[in-house]
């Protein structure tokens, strides 16, 4: 993690790291303001805090109360050298905890993440830079061998030429990365988080059978998430962006909105069209992008070619938004590699949809076949140990899609886990989908996977299949595990050079009588996006006209200018939230696109809770009563929050009562309870001294929303690198 230090007056100083600040100080006798902790008390009270961390995360799962637990700890300095000392953690238990748990509390302490470190001797290494927010590799601790070269299936260059061209990329564009968690459980299998260090938002996960090989895999799915604009999908951009000469790539079109609001002549083709708008309802309207939100300026789309004849088809930025999230994007060290990727994570995901979807029974690998490839042998083996049972399938639908699947079971908790992966090659394929089982997890989330069912609905519901797309959680049936295979057994391989390969598989796609269409990056890399209509989606296809995210243009700007809406401009945005039928725990933070610190009211801001704030200004006491019940009943705010609400209904009841009750009778006990700052607020709030209490002021101009900025100074690189090549190219 980058921690940024500014320097303050006299001796304070600020750090900056993800959405917090800490301020450090020293103590008046030693010229200091005595203003905060010195940076070394922070040091010895987060061995202390992490500790009482996994003790209550130990106490939360066994749901045991932690009121009568009580920690502490000392550092006891040697006389002889202050340099040496020992931290001493000491824990006080009720009688009522048993000694296994009382065990258990113990070895959690152990577990301590700063304790850790500590123990392991962290390496300080001291320099002048000429820029900060240089060197790419700076917060990698993976640094190949000049001479290495170290080759595996799939690729066309060394990990540690991939490993540099990669971070040599990012570094052009100014974005420093760093690696946030390494998880290795089990042998031959590692992944990694890693992350722009300015812009947290910015992160991709990866996996490998090395820590080479992982981070290479997280490194391209950066590479290919900048050239797709993944990173800022649904996200504002900002009037400027929005207004600039191009707003996601130099060679996009823009299509003006008829009055008819028809789909304007040029978007989509005929094939497109009878999959996008198969009734007509799809209007112009609800193709404009989220990203710009910019109506008057139109539709904007980009080029794709169609693999057939190589035609230019111009899709709607909003219509990929929609439906295919990160789906069919890949980056590799030429195109035919990146291509290759992109179609084997299409079969993927459309093979393993069909096989939840039709609850087909997949058969087993044999263990003379499983033995051919011992590293995925032994990460097997290492699972099993822990007391998970693997099973390994042959996912390729008899040989038709270069698909396979390792299953987990639970047998503590019951859930199962299927993990799927493909490439043309039969090896690739399986150990992409044992590192894709425990990409960045330990065995403790293992424990979270859900238990399968024999609800066909419940594993055919659209959400199901985005769970299992997003992170693999989804719901499978029990049918699954049945011993009456629906296919034989096929040891498949599809693999040859890159080239070979990526023409094997879109001959598969030709024979399902499936259209492609590829969109190539060259500029930042080699990356490509392929989009195949009626199969690679992830949402429906309803939903660009249903559920749609630019519903965000319909609320973003007043939302964002709260603060200055008069009384007129309040009622009819809370008359529009009302009619939406939107779902009332919906956070602002997906209806609007704006990334507000998740630490702040705005953070946590749901629907309900907006339309309360809206009523309150407004002195709709009714109004407002009614849905403060209905939050009270399902909610998951903080619990600061929580207990505002809660003062809140117990002084409406008051407020709402015309024959018995009287404020000035409750007033000295409610403040007793909820504190005088909380009262005021609620007193002010149903008076109309207080407008939208907690919610800081901001506007289209999204001032103090330094998440967010940063997201958009991180897509500013990109944009800016984008118009310095075109204009090269011009």
């Known amino acids: 993690m980058e921690i940024k230090v500014n320097f303050l007056d006299n001796l304070r100083l600020e750090a900056k790291f993800d959405d917090f600040t800490v301020i450090a100080d020293q103590p008046i006798r030693y010229k200091g303001d005595g203003s905060a902790p010195g940076p070394f008390d922070y040091f010895l009270a987060s061995s202390a805090l992490c500790a009482a961390y996994f003790v209550k995360v130990y106490c939360n799962a066994r749901e045991i109360p932690t009121d009568g637990i009580r920690l502490s700890q000392n550092n006891i300095v040697d006389p002889e050298n202050r340099y040496n000392q020992i931290f001493k953690i000491q824990v006080e238990l009720p009688e009522s905890i048993s000694e296994k748990d009382r065990e258990g509390i113990v070895r959690s302490i152990d577990r301590c993440t700063v304790k850790r470190v500590v123990q392991n001797g962290p390496e300080f290494q001291i320099e002048v830079v000429e820029n900060l927010d240089e060197d790419a590799q700076a917060m990698l601790m993976v640094h190949p061998n000049d001479d290495a070269n170290t080759f595996i299936l799939g690729k066309d260059l060394p990990l540690e030429q991939t490993i540099a061209n990669m971070t040599s990329i990012l570094e052009d564009l100014g974005m420093k990365i760093e690696i946030s968690s390494w998880r290795n459980i089990v042998p031959n299998v590692w992944s990694l988080h890693i992350r722009d260090a300015a812009s947290p938002m910015c992160f991709t996960n990866g996996k490998g059978a090395t820590k080479e090989s992982a981070l290479c895999s997280a490194l391209g799915e950066f590479i290919e998430r900048l050239n797709c604009n993944f990173f800022y999908n649904d996200q504002f951009f900002g009037e400027e962006i929005a207004n600039a000469d191009f707003v996601h790539y130099p060679n996009e079109q823009w299509f003006k909105l008829n009055e008819e609001d028809e789909l304007p002549e040029g978007i989509l083709d005929e094939y497109c069209l009878e999959i996008y708008n198969p009734d007509g309802e799809l209007c112009g309207s609800h193709l404009i992008d989220t990203n710009s939100g910019n109506a008057e300026r139109g539709i904007c789309a980009l080029p794709f070619k169609r693999h057939s004849d190589g035609e230019t088809v111009y899709f709607p930025s909003n219509l990929i938004e929609n439906l295919f999230l990160s789906n069919g994007m890949s980056a590799g060290n030429n195109l035919f590699e990146a291509k290759v990727q992109c179609l084997s994570e299409i079969f993927e995901r459309a093979v393993k949809r069909q096989i939840i979807e039709q609850e087909i029974v997949l058969p087993d690998v044999p263990q003379d076949v499983l033995a051919k490839f011992p590293k995925v042998v032994a990460g097997i083996k290492g699972l099993e140990e822990q007391g998970f049972p693997v099973v390994v399938k042959d996912a390729s639908l008899g040989g038709q899609f270069p698909v396979m699947c390792v299953t987990l079971m639970n047998p503590k908790t019951g859930g199962v886990f299927a993990s799927f992966g493909a490439h043309p090659s039969l090896e690739v394929a399986l150990e992409r989908s044992l590192t894709e089982l425990l990409q960045g997890r330990s065995f403790e989330g293992l424990n979270d996977v859900p238990k399968p069912t024999f609800n066909s609905m419940a594993v055919q519901e659209p959400e ?267």
């Open 464 to 730: 199901n299949f985005v769970e299992h797309f997003i992170d693999s959680t989804g719901v499978i049936s029990w049918r699954f595990f049945s011993a009456k295979k629906d296919y034989d057994f096929v040891e498949w391989d599809f693999s040859g050079t890159n080239e070979q390969e990526c023409e094997r598989l879109f001959a598969i796609l030709e024979s399902m009588g499936k259209e492609a269409y590829i969109a190539e990056f060259t500029d930042l890399g080699c990356a490509c996006r392929i989009l195949v209509p009626d199969y690679s989606e992830v949402y429906p296809v309803e939903d660009l006209v249903w559920d749609n995210t630019n519903k965000a243009l319909a609320y973003r700007e007043d939302i964002l200018n709260l603060h200055s809406l008069d009384e007129e401009q309040l009622v009819a945005l809370v008359e529009r939230l009302e009619e939406s039928q939107l779902d009332n725990y919906i956070d602002i933070i997906t209806l609007i696109g704006i990334e507000f610190d998740e630490n702040t009211v705005w953070g946590q801001l749901t629907i309900i809770e907006l339309k309360i704030l809206i009523y309150l200004a407004l002195g709709e006491i009714e109004e407002a009563h009614e849905l403060v019940e209905a939050y009270l009943q399902f909610n998951s705010n903080t619990v600061a929050r929580n207990l505002f609400y809660q003062a809140m209904h117990a002084t409406l009841e008051i407020a709402l009562d015309e024959d018995e009750l009287e404020m000035q009778d409750y007033i000295h006990n409610f403040t007793r309870m909820f504190g005088k700052e909380v009262m005021d607020a609620v007193i002010g709030s149903i008076n109309g001294d207080v407008r939208f209490y907690g919610l800081t002021p901001t506007s289209m101009k999204l001032e103090g929303l330094d998440r967010h900025l940063r997201l958009i100074e991180s897509y500013q690189k990109l944009h800016k690198a984008r118009a310095a090549i075109a204009a090269k190219k011009s």
